[in-house]
């Protein structure tokens, strides 16, 4: 993994923010975050889900904060995190599935979290797969379309489900024995 501990949950990992105020903390996104600056983002990532240029999308995500390595696959309609992008690394040759979403925010009642997500080199996020504040995902990784990521998913590991789980049988020294699909 890149820059944290296995065994240290997403959960410690992420930084609280209490709300200024009544009410939940989505209400006082302002205070948060700029409004310019989130309008912004907002439009870059409105190009960066429709264009089929790989080569423009890297340039675009980097624009907003994104470290993006060099030969990743954003997919069509995929989605960063609209109000804290600069929190999001994808290392090369990373794939990000169509209609991915990487979240590096979370708004709850009386504070807000954030945290970055570490995509790995060579991992890949399937279509659909939600990526949660937090979580690194490591080198040649894979997440199966329609995963909720919770939680770290280790170097050369399959993960799928809600919440995402290892797949494959688990063999006699704790490791799973991954099975094509």
Do not use: Q
Not at 22 to 33: D, G, I, K
Not at 34 to 57: D, F, G, Q, T
Not at 83 to 110: Q, S
């Amino acid at each position: 993994m890149t820059g944290s501990d296995d065994t240290t949950p997403r959960h410690e990992r992420v930084e609280r923010h209490a709300t200024p105020g009544p009410r939940n903390s989505l209400a006082h996104w302002t205070a948060a975050r700029n409004p310019l600056r989130v309008a912004i983002n907002y439009v870059v990532v409105w190009l960066v889900r429709i264009s089929p240029s790989l080569k423009l999308k890297r340039w675009l995500l980097r624009r907003i904060g994104v470290t993006v390595g060099e030969g990743v696959s954003w997919g069509l309609e995929a989605t960063p995190d609209v109000f804290w992008p600069d929190l999001i690394t994808v290392e090369a040759d990373a794939i990000v599935g169509y209609d991915a979403t990487i979240l590096c925010h979370e708004f709850l009642y009386e504070e807000y979290r954030t945290g970055e997500v570490v995509v790995g080199e060579r991992a890949m996020i399937g279509a659909g797969a939600i990526v949660l504040p937090g979580v690194e995902i490591g080198a040649g990784a894979r997440v199966a379309a329609n995963s909720l990521v919770t939680r770290d998913v280790p170097p050369g590991t399959t993960v799928a489900g809600v919440p995402a789980e290892p797949m494959g049988e688990a063999t006699g020294d704790g490791s799973t024995d991954e099975r094509p699909d």
